[in-house]
Every structure is written in structure tokens, then in C-alpha cells.
């Protein structure tokens, strides 16, 4: 019995098919305390742990001109060898030698004759440490589920993190029998675009006021994107997020995106721009929505700033209730039409859309994998639609990560140090004397629907 991708999850692969410079591999970055196990007895560890997500050991296996969604099948020749790979860094083994061995990583795309994912492991860091990079494609799992399969391959198992089977076990593929030959697909296909088209009306109704909303001015932050790719983070104490959460009544998704926006309001600054109300959008994907919210890139001040944050995601997230209509699309109509559609928006130019920023829960305590500590766990975001710089947030430990890839001319350095000298600006309002602090207790880094 074979399980078949859903419609939505099949349109990841036409985004990558129509730009061959897009590469959606996510992945997550665990540095831990050395000293690293040896090679051997690492494979033999992991192959334990990875054997819980069956998923691991499958390939897709497509349809003649796409008429149907891809199935998932049994990777005959799978070899955990092929995907647990071992890499020294170069230089010192500081974090700008780790980042630049990530970016080379994540500019790769994923073999899809073979199951889609892979781990690093990085050895030579400074201080005796090393890393593990999971890297995987979202047709296997989200962001979030991500994080969880690391913390699924940590020494605590289960307790903190799982092996899901895709990106959403609650939706997943569904089971069918057989193979349909090219006439029963082509039946089955026409039958799903009569159920489907009152849906998709209304749908793409919604899709082409959303690609409106991304037609704008070419700024240095957006277009083709190119093979290469930048990766940097941030760190800043979870203690201050939560303070500045606290004295200001906000969360701390609004925070983060204050605090990216501010950096992005001084990049423009420098290059000689003067940023406007409506220069620049982000977007932010939920569950089950993409929110595009106008940054306030032109307010200087960075309470004034945070509070408009706030209000805008609050603001965007009730108008996202009946869901994102491009994701309505891909899930109502059949897989051909989600296939030109999905690869006509990919070609869309994405202008004063310049980042996707999404949220990412970490594991909820400390982890050990083989022993050796995890000291931090990064995000990497996908980057795809022309965005040149995506951005993930993630809160392990008492540290609150930003991990920032870009196109490799998109200065995604520079967006890193300007937001933890964002988070420090707020920081120093939030302690002025007279403000009052206000209890929130239960507050969680992410509020995704």
C-alpha cells in the first residue's frame, strides 16, 4: 500500500521546479559539547532513532506530466550512510566558519531519487564542540516538525520531540491501492476539478488579491535568487524577551518582528533609502494562513514601533480566520492546476516582500544527544518566491535564536547584529523608571494558530 502526497504539500515541489536556483530544504542546527562520538558508533545510534519515522526510509516516486500527486515508496536501496554525512569546518571553527559550512549545506537541493533528508555532522568547531545539521524537505516536515524530529533524535526521545511521518500527521497522505494507469488518473482528475471548482472560484478569487499585494518596486532585498546562500544568527536572552513582553504588554512574536523590522529600517537608512509607511511587507506563515503584514519600517521610535507591531499581527491574524487562499487552492483543486498555479506565483516578482519570518517552538527543556549537551539550537528557514532573506525564530534554553539565511548578496549579517541591537534598545525602554510591569503569565514564544 502506497501513500500519495497532498495536493499542498506536491506544490512545494513545483515551486522548486520552477526556479532551479529554490532549494526548500529547512533544517535545524544543534551545537553541542564535545567530544564528538565517533563516526560508527554515531551512524549506529542514529539508525536507531531514525528507524522510529518510517518516512526516512521512502522516496517520491511522480506522475507522467504530473496528473496526480507523487506517491511515497519504499527506498529499496536506502543506505543510512548516504544521508548521515561528516564534514570538518574550515579556519578556526568559529561561528562564521560553521554559518559558512551551513549555507554551503543548504544551497544544495535534496536528491529526490533518495528519501528527503539528510543530517551533518560538523566537526573542528573552537572549544572542542561540534554540530548536527538536520535538513529536510517539506513534503517530510514543517519547520516545527523539524525541531521536534531533532529533539526526536536526542537522548531523551520522545519526552521532548517526535518523529513525525510528514509535515502534518493530522492531514496526512492518504492510503490508496495500486497504481492508476494515465486514463483512471486522467478520470480521477477530471472528476476532482467539477467537485472542486466552486472552491477554487472563491479561492483564487482570494489568491489574486494576495498577488496584488506583492507587486511593488524592486528593492535591494528581493528578486532571483541566486546558488549561493549566506547564514547567520542571533542570540539574545529569553529573560529580556519575556521582560520587555511583560512591561510593554506585547508577546513575543511581536517582539522579534520589532526587532527585524528596526534592522531592516537601518539597512534602508544606509543605503540612502528613506522608508515609508508602506515600504516593506513580510511574510509570516501560520498553520493554516500566510499573514502579510506592512512592516513600520518609517517609525523611528522603538515602543511606538513595537505597539503598530503588535496591532498589525493582531490585526492579520483575525482577517486570516478563513485561511490562506493559496493554500485552499492547493488543497481543492487537482494537482495539474495547483502545479501552473503554484509555478506561476513562484515567477511573480515578490516587490517590498522582502523576508518570510516564521516562529518555530524549540524543545521544551535542555537537550543531550549521545551524551554531549546541546548548547543551542538554531532555525534555518527555506528561502523561495524571490524572498532573498527568510528569518525563523526559536527559544531553547534561556536563549531566544534568530537564524537568518539569505542569497548570498543579501547582507543577512548585517540583519542578525541590528536585531539583537533591536532587542537591546527595547530592552533599555522597558527598565525607564515609572513603567509599570505588567503579569503574563503562561506566555509562550509562539501563537500560532
Known amino acids: 500500500m502506497a501513500e500519495h502526497l497532498t495536493p499542498l504539500d506536491a506544490s512545494f515541489l513545483h515551486v522548486e521546479d520552477a526556479d532551479r536556483h529554490t532549494n526548500l530544504g529547512m533544517g535545524a542546527l544543534a551545537v553541542l559539547d564535545g567530544p564528538m562520538p565517533d563516526h560508527q558508533t554515531l551512524l549506529s545510534v542514529l539508525g536507531e532513532r531514525i528507524a522510529a519515522c518510517p518516512r526516512f526510509a521512502q522516496r517520491l516516486r511522480r506522475r507522467v506530466f504530473d496528473l496526480g500527486s507523487p506517491d511515497w515508496v519504499e527506498d529499496r536501496d536506502f543506505k543510512l550512510a548516504n544521508h548521515v554525512c561528516r564534514i570538518a569546518v574550515p579556519g578556526t571553527g568559529g561561528d562564521d566558519d560553521l554559518f559558512s559550512v551551513v549555507a554551503e549545506v543548504m544551497a544544495w537541493r535534496l536528491d529526490r531519487d533518495r528519501p528527503l533528508w539528510e543530517i551533518w555532522v560538523i566537526d573542528g568547531l573552537s572549544d572542542g564542540r561540534w554540530a548536527m545539521l538536520v535538513k529536510v524537505h517539506p513534503c517530510i516536515a514543517d519547520a516545527v516538525a523539524t525541531v521536534h524530529i531533532l529533539a526526536g533524535l536526542s537522548d531523551e526521545g520522545p519526552a521532548h520531540g517526535s518523529m513525525p511521518r510528514s509535515a502534518d500527521d493530522a492531514e496526512s497522505a492518504q492510503p490508496h491501492t495500486g497504481r492508476p494507469g494515465p486514463l483512471q488518473a486522467a478520470a480521477s482528475w477530471a472528476a476532482d476539478a467539477v467537485t472542486g471548482m466552486a472552491h477554487a472560484e472563491r479561492a483564487l478569487r482570494g489568491a489574486a488579491e494576495f498577488a496584488t499585494g506583492l507587486l511593488r ?34 508577546t513575543p512574536d511581536d517582539v522579534a518582528l520589532a526587532a527585524l523590522t528596526e534592522s531592516y529600517r537601518n539597512m534602508m537608512v544606509r543605503r540612502g533609502e528613506q522608508p515609508k509607511p508602506d515600504s516593506l511587507r513580510t511574510l509570516v506563515p501560520l498553520r493554516q494562513a500566510v499573514l502579510l503584514p506592512r512592516l513600520p519600517v518609517d517609525q523611528d521610535n522603538p515602543v511606538v514601533r513595537l505597539r503598530m507591531v503588535h496591532h498589525r499581527l493582531a490585526e492579520a491574524t483575525a482577517g486570516a480566520v478563513g485561511g490562506n487562499p493559496l493554500a485552499t487552492v492547493a488543497r481543492t483543486v487537482p494537482v495539474p492546476v495547483t502545479a501552473w498555479a503554484t509555478n506561476l506565483l513562484s515567477r511573480l516578482p515578490q516587490r517590498r516582500l522582502v523576508a518570510l519570518a516564521a516562529n518555530v517552538p524549540g524543545p521544551g527543556r535542555p537537550l543531550q544527544i549521545m551524551g554531549s549537551r546541546v548548547s543551542a539550537v538554531l532555525p534555518i528557514p527555506p528561502l523561495a518566491l524571490q524572498l532573498r532573506t527568510g528569518a525563523a525564530i526559536l527559544r531553547y534554553a534561556d536563549s531566544v535564536f534568530f537564524g537568518i539565511l539569505s542569497d548570498y548578496g543579501a547582507a543577512g549579517d548585517e540583519l542578525a547584529r541590528g536585531v539583537e541591537a533591536a532587542v537591546h534598545r527595547l530592552l533599555v525602554r522597558s527598565r525607564r523608571p515609572g513603567r509599570p510591569i505588567r503579569d503574563r503569565r503562561g506566555l509562550a514564544l509562539v501563537v500560532n494558530n
Not at 217 to 237: E, F, I, K, M
Not at 241 to 249: G, L, R, S
Open 217 to 250: 518596486p524592486v528593492t535591494p532585498l528581493n528578486g532571483p535568487l541566486t546558488s549561493r546562500r549566506r547564514y547567520t544568527a542571533a542570540q539574545v536572552s529569553a529573560a529580556d524577551v519575556d521582560e520587555i513582553c511583560q512591561v510593554f504588554d506585547v
